[in-house]
C-alpha cells in the first residue's frame, strides 16, 4: 500500500485519531507525548492537499522551532510523491515574513521594514547591551533585565504589565529597537508583531490570505507566542470567510515560557465556538513503565499505552557530571556492541555545552555521536546545506533524497533562471565539493551556483542565516575549522548517537534515553525555586525528556553540580522531580 493510505489505515484502528481526521469544521487536537499528533497533522495536511486544494490555492502549516518544522516537513514528504509549492510548511517567523511582511508591508505603511536586513543573534544581543548599558548604571544588577525585556515583547505584555515590570525595562525594550533600526535592522519579534498590525488593521490582507489558505494547521499550539495566535483568530475566527484550523498540541509540553509564548492559548482555541475539540489518550511510543512514571511526576491520568514493559531508572553517580559521562558512554557501548543503532540512543545534557563535551568524550571512546545543539541558528537554510554536505560527504546512500534536495534548493531561490540551469549549476557544485574542502569554501561554492549568487533567497531568514553561517566559517570566525565533513555530521542522524539539551529533544524519539545531570539547582535550575511558573515549565521540560524514550529512559545523578562555563560546583541532592516520580 501506498504511504498515505497506509498511514490513514493505521488512524482509523484509533476511534479519537480516526475522528479528529474527519472532521470538517475546525478541530483542535490536544494530546500526551507519543500519541501520534504529528502523524495524524501531517496525514491530514497530505490527504486535504490531495483532496481539495489545487493552486493557486494552498495550505499553511506552521510551528514555532526549525527542528519541528523540519520534522513535519519531512513527514508530510514521506506522505507524498511530490513537492507542492502551494503548500507552506515553516515557522511561525518564515509564515509572517514570506506571507504577510513580504506582499503587504509597503500598501500597508511598513515600507522601510522591507529595506531592513534581519539582526542575527550577535547583532539582537549587541543592541541589548548596548541599551542596557545606556539606561542602568556601571555596577548595577543587570542579569534578567535582557531575558525581561525580550518576553515582554514577545507576549505583547500589556500597559499594566510593562509598569509591573518596572520603566527601566520598557526603556530598555524601547532603545533595543531604535538601536537596531539605526543600524538598518530589525528582529523576528517586531517583524510578528508588524504583521499582526497588519493583519489586524487591513480587511484585504485576511481576505486575501483566507483565499490563499482556506486551511491552517499549526502544531504544538501550546508554543506559539501571542501574536501568532491572533493572527490564526483573525483569520480562522474573524468576520467574513474563514480559513479551517486543524491544530494539535499539548499543555503538559509547553516548555517556552521563557520567550513569551502562552501555553493556556491552547485551552482558549479549544474552547471556541465552531470547534471540535478532540482529546487523544494513547500513548505508543512509550512502554507502560514511562508512561507510569511520567504520569507520576506531572499527576496526569488517563494515558494509555500499547506495550508493557520498559523501564525508568535513576542512577546515582559519584563524581560528578564528567563521571556521568563516562558511565553513560560505557553503557552506551555495550548497546552497541549488542546491535542497538547508534541513532537510536540519545543522551539529553544540560546545556549545549554539555552535549558537545559528551560528543568529544563518546568520540575519544570510538563511538560515533553527534551534538544536536547547532552553534548556529537552525533554519529551513542551515539544516539544507548540512543536507547537501551529507550528499557530498556520504553519497545518496544516507537517507539523501538527491531530487527533494535539488527541489529545496530552487524553493529557497527566487529563481529568474529555468528550472533546469539551477539545478545543473547545484549539481556542478556538489561534484567539485569534497569531504575535506573548508565549510567556508564549501558554503561559497554552493551560493555562487545559485541564481543570483544567492542574492535571490527567498526568505530574510535564510538571508541572515546565510549571513550568519559565512561569517562563523570565515578565517577570523568561531567555526573557521570547519570543514564539509562536520557540516555533513550534524545533517546526518543515522550511525551517530545523538547528543542535545533536553529542550531540544522535544519532538524526537529514541529506543534508549540517558539523562545527565540531573541535580537539583539543573533541574529544576536554581533560579526557577523562585517562580512557580519557571518551576512547573522546568517540570514539563523534564517530563517531555523522560517520554522521549520508547523502550529505556536511564538518569543519572551526582552529590554535587558544576558549572562549565565558571568551574564552580557547589554540592546538591537528585532532582526534586525524581522523587515525584518515586525513582528515589
Ligand atoms: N494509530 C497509530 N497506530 C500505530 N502507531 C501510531 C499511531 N499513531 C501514532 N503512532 C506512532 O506513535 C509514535 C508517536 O507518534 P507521533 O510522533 O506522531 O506522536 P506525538 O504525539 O507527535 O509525540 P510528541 O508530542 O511526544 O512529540 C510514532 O512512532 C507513530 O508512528
Redo the contacts with the bound molecule.
Keep these: 500500500m501506498k504511504p498515505l493510505p497506509a498511514s490513514i489505515e493505521?488512524?482509523k484502528?484509533?476511534e479519537r485519531?480516526w475522528e479528529a481526521f474527519n472532521t470538517e469544521g475546525h478541530c483542535v487536537v490536544t494530546?500526551?507525548?507519543?500519541?501520534?499528533?504529528?502523524?495524524?497533522l501531517s496525514t491530514r495536511i497530505a490527504f486535504d492537499v490531495a483532496a481539495y486544494i489545487s493552486p493557486p490555492q494552498g495550505a499553511a502549516c506552521v510551528t514555532l522551532t526549525n527542528a519541528a518544522a523540519g520534522e513535519l516537513a519531512r513527514r508530510v514528504n514521506s506522505l507524498t510523491d511530490q513537492s507542492r509549492r502551494n503548500l507552506f510548511i515553516g515557522t511561525v517567523h518564515a509564515f509572517t515574513l514570506k506571507e504577510i511582511i513580504r506582499p503587504f508591508a509597503t500598501v500597508c505603511g511598513f515600507p522601510d521594514l522591507l529595506t531592513r536586513k534581519i539582526a542575527t543573534n550577535k547583532q539582537v544581543n549587541a543592541a541589548y547591551r548596548s541599551a542596557v548599558a545606556e539606561i542602568y548604571p556601571r555596577g548595577e544588577d543587570t542579569r534578567n533585565v535582557i531575558s525581561t525585556a525580550k518576553q515582554h515583547l514577545t507576549m505583547l505584555a500589556t500597559e499594566d504589565e510593562w509598569r509591573k515590570a518596572g520603566a527601566r525595562i520598557q526603556r530598555v525594550a524601547q532603545r533595543y529597537s531604535e538601536v537596531l533600526a539605526d543600524q538598518g535592522l530589525v528582529d523576528f519579534d517586531s517583524l510578528i508583531r508588524a504583521a499582526l498590525t497588519i493583519t489586524e488593521q487591513n480587511s484585504f490582507v485576511r481576505n486575501l490570505l483566507v483565499a490563499k489558505f482556506p486551511r491552517i494547521y499549526v502544531d504544538e499550539y501550546q508554543d506559539l507566542a501571542p501574536a501568532l495566535d491572533k493572527i490564526v483568530r483573525l483569520l480562522c475566527f474573524g468576520e467574513g470567510k474563514k480559513s479551517l484550523l486543524f491544530a494539535?498540541g499539548?499543555y503538559n509540553?509547553a516548555i517556552y515560557g521563557w520567550l513569551g509564548s502562552r501555553p493556556e492559548l491552547l485551552k482558549e482555541i479549544g474552547q471556541l465556538e465552531g470547534v471540535s475539540p478532540v482529546e487523544?489518550k494513547?500513548n505508543?511510543?512509550c512502554a507502560q513503565e514511562i508512561i507510569d512514571a511520567a504520569n507520576r511526576l506531572l499527576e496526569v491520568g488517563g494515558v494509555e499505552g500499547?506495550r508493557s514493559g520498559g523501564s525508568v531508572e535513576a542512577h546515582y553517580c559519584p563524581g560528578g557530571i564528567l563521571r556521568q559521562y563516562d558511565k553513560v558512554a560505557d553503557t552506551i557501548a555495550h548497546l552497541i556492541a549488542s546491535g542497538e543503532p547508534e541513532h537510536e540512543i540519545a543522551v539529553l545534557c544540560p546545556t549545549n555545552d554539555h552535549s558537545a563535551l559528551f560528543v568529544e568524550v563518546c568520540r575519544s571512546l570510538g563511538i560515533p555521536a553527534v551534538n544536536q545543539g547547532s552553534p548556529y541558528v537552525s533554519t529551513t537554510f542551515t539544516a539544507l546545506v548540512e543536507q547537501l554536505a551529507v550528499w557530498v560527504v556520504h553519497g545518496g546512500e544516507d537517507a539523501v533524497d538527491p531530487s527533494r534536495l535539488l527541489l529545496d534548493w530552487k524553493y529557497l531561490h527566487e529563481s529568474t533562471q529555468d528550472g533546469l540551469e539551477s539545478e545543473v549549476a547545484l549539481l556542478k557544485a556538489i561534484r567539485e565539493s569534497t569531504a575535506g574542502e573548508s565549510a567556508a569554501s564549501f558554503l561559497q561554492r554552493l551560493m555562487s551556483s545559485s541564481p543570483g549568487n544567492g542574492s535571490g533567497l527567498l526568505r530574510s531568514e535564510d538571508q541572515a542565516s546565510c549571513t550568519e553561517l559565512t561569517e562563523m566559517f570565515a578565517a577570523d570566525g568561531e567555526l573557521a575549522h570547519w570543514t564539509t565533513n562536520e557540516l555533513s555530521e550534524r545533517g546526518r542522524r543515522k550511525g551517530q548517537v545523538q547528543a542535545c539539551t533536553m529542550s531540544s529533544s522535544?519532538?524526537?524519539?529514541f529506543d534508549y534515553v540517558f539523562i545527565v545531570g540531573a541535580n537539583d539547582g539543573m533541574i529544576p535550575h536554581f533560579s526557577s525555586q523562585y517562580s512557580a511558573s519557571k518551576m512547573a515549565e522546568d517540570q514539563r521540560k523534564f517530563y517531555?525528556s523522560v517520554?522521549?524514550a520508547r523502550q529505556e529512559t536511564h538518569i543519572y545523578y551526582s552529590e554535587w553540580i558544576e558549572w562549565l562555563t565558571t568551574g564552580n560546583s557547589r554540592p546538591s541532592g537528585p532532582s526534586r522531580f525524581l522523587r515525584q516520580m518515586g525513582l528515589v
Design positions: 493505521e488512524l484502528t484509533n485519531q494530546a500526551p507525548p507519543g500519541s501520534g499528533k504529528t502523524k495524524l494539535v499539548d509540553q487523544l494513547v505508543y511510543r500499547t522535544k519532538g524526537l524519539e517531555v517520554t522521549r
